[in-house]
């Protein structure tokens, strides 16, 4: 497997022991694995960073695993200045980290061109994973880039623009009945060709391409951070790869700290927060999950414990919102801010204005909005109309 010349290697992240870099699945002490790099090697300052072109998150190739990826240009993302959201949320800045703006309308962009390209090393002539919509749409994107087969498994409730895109990339979907579970299931059910796994965590570097988000985050302020982010969360890969890319940038001296990040999920499905809230250190599965944000209708998220262990080590907080709170944010984010955001970016809206007696009144704040607003057209669009608009 062809990797950049500092990556270091596939570690345990519950015993750190190391593994090789084309190994796939949990570790032996069923924990995921997480690359590593030799950071020693990494000869960044922001001086060197800014000489390069703010077009892609390969700007950061040191701190990513592979020296010649599958890419569509993803990350360069802007930040939003939204000064009429932070008025309401009674904060000093807030702003809004539009993920909306990669290729496919989604953060998960940035973690497939890894997994895809891990999946181009391994001679992969087939990929597949469960998906709740946003990322079997991206999975099938940059597996139509080498001419790789992509199977994508979806619970029927996933939004339509979702499965048409998947066959315009050029994969093959699975639609199944029920919610993601049941999709889930079905992939290793009913998938009887051999095949390489995208799915998260299982897929070792899905969540590294997060990361990235942080990185832009720190650039854009000018190598400082800010006092909170708030991360919508599903799987746990999200909140866990901006946590690691803060942290390594602390590592590196680029800034001075990790900033508090915030888990935000719905009231229907907020396993996350629920052990959160607990103080527990592993995630229970949710038993009846039920929110219109589908993207994060995740039960069981593999990522649950590592998104625990950021939040303590970040200090952070997790909050669950109710889904009409959700999509009034979204709502408003457009209409005040310019941004399309998605429902699962409402859902960290939302959290932001759950939380103002926690923040300060000149707190710099992040939203990340994971997904474009018009993935979610349909169901932003009969709010209004149970608005009566």
Aim: aromatic share 8%.
């Amino acid at each position: 497997m062809q990797t950049s010349d500092t990556f270091s290697g596939l570690v345990c992240t519950a015993t750190g022991d190391e593994y090789d870099a084309d190994v796939t699945g949990l570790s032996d002490a069923d924990a995921p694995l997480d690359p590593t790099y030799d950071l020693d090697a990494v000869e960044w300052d922001a001086e060197t960073l800014s000489e390069r072109p703010f077009d892609t998150m390969w700007r950061y190739r040191e701190l990513l695993p592979f020296s010649d990826p599958v890419t569509a240009n993803e990350g360069a993302t802007p930040l939003v200045d939204a000064p009429a959201l932070g008025d309401e949320a009674g904060v000093g800045s807030l702003r809004i980290k539009d993920e909306g703006r990669n290729p496919t309308g989604t953060f998960l962009d940035r973690g497939l061109s890894l997994a895809v390209t891990a999946a181009r090393e391994a001679d992969a002539e087939v990929v597949a994973h469960a998906s709740a919509g946003n990322s079997a749409q991206s999975a099938a994107s940059y597996a139509g880039l080498v001419d790789v087969r992509s199977y994508g498994f979806v619970p029927s409730r996933t939004p339509f623009p979702n499965k048409a895109m998947v066959n315009v990339h050029g994969g093959q979907m699975k639609v199944i009945g029920g919610r993601y579970p049941a999709a889930l299931s079905a992939l290793h059910e009913k998938l009887k060709s051999d095949w390489y796994t995208l799915q998260e965590f299982d897929n070792p570097y899905r969540h590294e391409g997060a990361k990235t988000v942080a990185y832009e985050i720190a650039e854009r302020l000018d190598w400082t951070v800010p006092d909170w982010v708030v991360v919508p969360v599903a799987t746990g890969e999200l909140l866990y790869g901006v946590f690691k890319g803060f942290r390594d940038l602390s590592e590196l001296g680029l800034v001075d700290d990790v900033p508090r990040l915030v888990a935000a999920q719905s009231v229907g499905c907020a396993p996350i927060t629920t052990a959160w809230e607990a103080g527990n250190d592993a995630v229970e599965a949710w038993n009846h999950p039920d929110t219109i944000v589908g993207e994060l209708e995740i039960p069981d998220p593999a990522g649950g414990a590592l998104a625990l262990q950021a939040l303590d080590a970040s200090n952070g907080l997790a909050v669950s919102v109710d889904d009409d709170d959700a999509l009034e944010s979204a709502v408003t984010a457009a209409q005040t801010a310019g941004v399309e955001v998605g429902v699962a970016g409402g859902v960290a809206l939302a959290a932001a204005w759950e939380l103002t007696d926690e923040f300060d009144e000149d707190d710099d704040v992040v939203v990340v909005n994971t997904e474009s607003g018009t993935k979610n057209a349909d169901i932003l669009r009969s709010h209004l109309m149970g608005q009566g608009i």
